[in-house]
T-cell receptor, first 112, second 115 residues
């Protein structure tokens, strides 16, 4: 089964600064990898997913993530943070739904 | 196109009672998955249905059950509620099975509070 580690339960950046949210997975088989965003009292919205087609994955809202097999990482980045990016972000890994694992989440705060 | 609809949005129940939550997937989606989200355990997979059949099940006790109807709408039921069942229950729908290579769309969730 997968396990997913998100380094940093809280990340704070200034508006316009680089956003970097870290995710590492453990799996003997490269899984599907996902980043989701959750706004307060809302469900999860898919930002992007890695399905082995390309190691650099571009998602919505200017986010992208790079799959690095040697580091078992799938970090999420955005060059310039916007106030509307403030939310909780979840990394997830799995091959099938019954072994899908979510990270504990990282709450992103954007300061004006 | 309507998104995933979960009802009710909020629910308060007493220990020992049972509860039924409903999820209407996006039109044309045949796969429905359920997740439990709590501050302590995070997001955990409950079960997944496709074409009225349970395809996958997470590691939850038998008090948690679900079903899917011919119109793809799904319900989950929790019997003999415990305080620890208080959580946000999320439903996700996707077009195909297995859903890993298709996008899953989440509903807003049902927040269940057990008192």
């Amino acid at each position: 089964a997968q396990s997913v580690t998100q380094l940093g339960s809280h990340v704070s950046v200034s508006e316009g600064a680089l956003v970097l949210l870290r995710c590492n997975y453990s799996s003997s088989v490269p899984p599907y990898l996902f980043w989701y965003v959750q706004y307060p009292n809302q469900g999860l919205q898919l930002l992007l997913k890695y399905t082995s087609a390309a190691t650099l994955v571009k998602g919505i809202n200017g986010f992208e993530a790079e799959f690095k097999k040697s580091e078992t990482s799938f970090h999420l980045t955005k060059p310039s943070a916007h106030m509307s990016d403030a939310a909780e972000y979840f990394c997830a890994a799995g091959v099938n739904n019954n072994d899908m694992r979510f990270g504990a989440g990282t709450r992103l705060t954007v300061k004006p | 196109k309507a998104g995933v609809t979960q009802t009710p949005r909020y629910l308060i129940k007493t220990r020992g009672q049972q509860v039924t939550l409903s999820c209407s997937p996006i039109s044309g989606h045949r796969s429905v998955s359920w997740y439990q989200q709590t501050p302590g355990q995070g997001l955990q997979f409950l079960f997944e249905y496709f074409s009225e059949t349970q395809r996958n099940k997470g590691n939850f006790p038998g008090r948690f059950s679900g079903r899917q109807f011919s119109n793809s709408r799904s319900e989950m039921n929790v019997s003999t509620l415990e305080l620890g069942d208080s959580a946000l229950y999320l439903c996700a729908s996707s077009r195909a099975f297995p859903p890993m290579n298709t996008e899953a769309f989440f509903g807003q969730g049902t927040r269940l509070t057990v008192v």
